[in-house]
């Protein structure tokens, strides 16, 4: 998987690629074919701003769906942090859609005689 981080008007935190690729990593753990994963920080100048002065989108490119999410923070690893949750429930929607979980109806299940 390839990761991507643009910037815009933004000064990264010193670890925040560190932090970034070990999240974005974990992800690999469900079986969703992801080829490339886009991170764009934006930084909003404006004072009365404050609390959501940086804003992270994620989006994922490949052969398996598109996944894309959008938070807000006060600092670019709290919208981050926001962002990621976002793209893990989306991950675990499809995780468990391809699962099989073997549960029988009574239709498939086979009648046994009793003597």
Known sequence: ?????????????????????EKL????RFSVAIDRIEVEITHEANPRQGKNSHRVVITSHGSGPLLRADARGFNDVAAFDAAIKN?????????????SHGRKTLRTMKVEAVD
């Open 25 to 28: 990593r974990s992800m690999e």
């Open 1 to 21: 998987m390839k990761i991507i981080i643009h910037t815009r008007h933004a000064d990264l935190a010193s670890d925040f690629k560190v932090i970034a690729e």
């Open 87 to 99: 793209i893990e429930l989306q991950i675990r929607r499809i995780h468990e859609k391809a699962k």
